[in-house]
């Protein structure tokens, strides 16, 4: 019983831990939006911490990855059809 206890405790402690300091990196890089700072590498740094205890937020670390992926290849196409004019 103190055994269950304790288990119940650490799981209780970790997720309690990793929302604080992910949620903490996550509004950093919110308020680097606004202010000088490397936002777009400190926001999905929050959301992979949060990620590692809560389904949210990889279903936002992934759509966040799909939407940076798209947007990395629509650069490099403009960049390919700016050198060929």
Avoid: C
């Avoid at 990196?25 to 777009?40: E, K, N, S």
């Avoid at 949210?56 to 990395?72: N, Q, T």
Wanted: proline share 4%.
């Amino acid at each position: 019983m103190i055994k269950r206890a304790v288990d119940i405790t650490y799981k209780t402690a970790k997720r309690l831990v990793i929302a604080v300091v992910g949620s903490s990196v996550l509004i950093l890089g919110l308020i680097m939006l606004v202010t000088p700072g490397p936002a777009l590498l400190v926001i999905p740094a929050g959301l992979g911490i949060l990620a590692i205890e809560f389904v949210w937020a990889r279903r936002w670390l992934k759509k966040m990855r799909v939407m940076i992926s798209r947007r990395a290849a629509e650069i490099r196409a403009a960049g390919v059809n700016q050198h060929r004019n």
